[in-house]
């Protein structure tokens, strides 16, 4: 949006901007009490090259923050992370997708909320904008803008001849006197330079995705309220006429794609990072900077083929709408409420009471009141139990048979501590191997399932692999490859179960 200029238009801005006010999700997260916390937040997960996540990770990540926010500041913030996840969703802060073939769903920010987020790291480090790498930027735009636009072929001859003469002096120069490589503190200016356009894209990005889906939008509600006919748009898609890509926030998408993906220029921008990464000035920048400048190319393959993907896929889905009925019902049912509508104003104007009669009878649905009189009270008595219950009598236990239920459902960890001191007091680091082949799985897996846990906390990892043999409880002889562990530290003595002699009855 581009303000008005001049004394009348200063009234005219007022409202533009009170509209925004009211509007904007950029200008209402940053107007929030708790707008620190919230950019705070976002600004954290979605950062890099994380510009999708899936739902369960965006709650695990907002609610591991949350914590540290509440301990480390007095920020008001008592609601679950799913609470905050959905609020933000509804103010417009992120935008929720459900993509087709997915289980989860997956969030990313609006295009407000990039812009809020710029707005406040353009406070927190400001950028120096007068440099002389932005203004022979300018200088440069600004001469191959005439350039462009000269149709004058003597003006167009002139000037390559200036610029081959510019070239080949400058060639002359590099043999007589060689390479004069700018300094490092004007390097670093080009970098932050390049690094600023760098992030100014996500917002960009964003910005045409949401201008795309508006266009989709606003073609679909053409064609519903019949500003434009579906035989109009299907015309179009027959002539192999893409609405939504040949729009303006299409068509200036696309040039960029094309470019990004062309072979040539592709190849060429990759050798370009790579070269500028391998110069000495790389180390004077921050560990970002130099993340930024690697996953350059990446980052703008990526974000680029969300854009594609989701032109793609408005374009088949426009296409679907005006080839399928889902068109027509949309327009018949317009149309019922527009005529549901205009009949009720025209009953409004012939109405003065809300007592009037209008001869037409509705059947009510849902709960019918009753009666008191009608109610019955609770009488317990009705659920009362006439069948006896029957009495057991006390039976005997044998105390081996329950200490062999107890072994069937756990792990024997004081006879596995034992085994393994046991063995020892004669190797000082024997394997899991090596101690079954002392004592036996008197459990089977379970008895090899426990010596692997007590290994992973009292031993270390040792190399190679060993077999680990058991017998399972048909007597089937098994045994497993396994990594070397060796116990290294003395295990705990603990109580060991109770082992009857003789039953014991009455327990």
Do not use: C
């Amino acid at each position: 949006m581009t303000l008005s200029t001049g004394n009348f238009a200063a009234t005219a801005n007022v409202h533009t901007l009170t509209r925004l006010k009211d509007d904007s999700p950029a200008w209402a997260i940053l107007r929030s009490p708790l707008a620190p916390a919230i950019l705070s937040i976002l600004g954290t997960v979605f950062s890099g090259d994380r510009q999708q996540i899936e739902g369960s990770e965006l709650v695990h990540a907002i609610d591991l923050l949350l914590t540290d926010i509440r301990e480390q500041t007095d920020a008001d913030l008592p609601r679950s992370a799913a609470h905050y996840l959905t609020e933000w969703v509804k103010a417009g802060w992120l935008i929720r997708r459900s993509p087709q073939g997915q289980r989860e769903e997956i969030y990313e920010l609006s295009m407000e909320t990039l812009a809020a987020l710029d707005y406040i790291q353009t406070l927190a480090a400001p950028t120096r904008t007068v440099t002389r790498s932005r203004l022979a930027t300018l200088i440069t735009s600004l001469q191959s803008l005439a350039a462009d636009t000269d149709p004058d072929e003597t003006t167009a001859i002139a000037r390559l001849e200036e610029q081959q003469a510019a070239l080949q002096a400058r060639i002359d120069r590099i043999r007589e006197r060689g390479v004069e490589a700018i300094s490092d503190d004007e390097a670093i200016e080009k970098t932050h330079e390049v690094l600023g356009l760098l992030g100014d894209l996500p917002t960009d990005f964003a910005r045409v995705r949401s201008d795309i889906e508006g266009i989709d939008s606003n073609l679909r509600r053409a064609v519903v309220e019949e500003e434009l006919t579906a035989s109009e748009v299907l015309e179009n898609v027959f002539r192999g006429v893409d609405l939504i890509s040949d729009s303006e926030a299409g068509r200036a998408f696309n040039g960029f794609y094309e470019l990004l993906f062309d072979r040539e220029q592709g190849a060429r921008l990759d050798a370009t990072v790579e070269a500028v990464l391998s110069r000495d000035f790389i180390d004077s920048l921050s560990p970002t900077d130099r993340t930024q400048l690697r996953h350059l190319v990446g980052g703008l393959e990526g974000s680029a083929v969300q854009v594609q993907d989701s032109m793609t896929s408005l374009s088949r889905s426009l296409r679907r709408f005006v080839q399928s009925r889902e068109a027509a019902a949309q327009q018949a049912l317009v149309q019922s409420i527009t005529s549901a509508q205009q009949l009720a104003l025209h009953v409004a104007q012939h109405l003065t009471t809300g007592r009037h009669p209008m001869d037409i009878e509705l059947e009510l649905s849902g709960f019918q009141p009753r009666s008191i009189s009608t109610w019955r009270l609770h009488d317990p008595a009705d659920y009362r139990i006439t069948e006896e219950v029957e009495d057991h009598t006390v039976g005997d236990i044998e105390l081996a048979a329950m200490y062999e239920r107890i072994r069937a459902s756990e792990i024997d960890w004081p006879e596995l501590h034992a085994a393994v001191n046991d063995v020892r007091t004669t190797h000082p680091s024997p394997s899991i191997a090596y101690v079954l082949g002392a004592h036996p799985a008197t459990q089977g897996l379970a008895s090899v399932v426990g010596l692997i846990r007590l290994a992973d906390t009292y031993g270390e990892r040792g190399e190679g692999t060993e077999t680990l043999p058991w017998t399972s409880a048909q007597g089937q002889r098994l045994r497993a490859r396994f990594p070397v562990w060796r116990f290294t530290q003395e295990l705990p003595e603990l109580n060991t179960f109770y082992r009857p002699s003789t039953p014991t009855k009455d327990f």
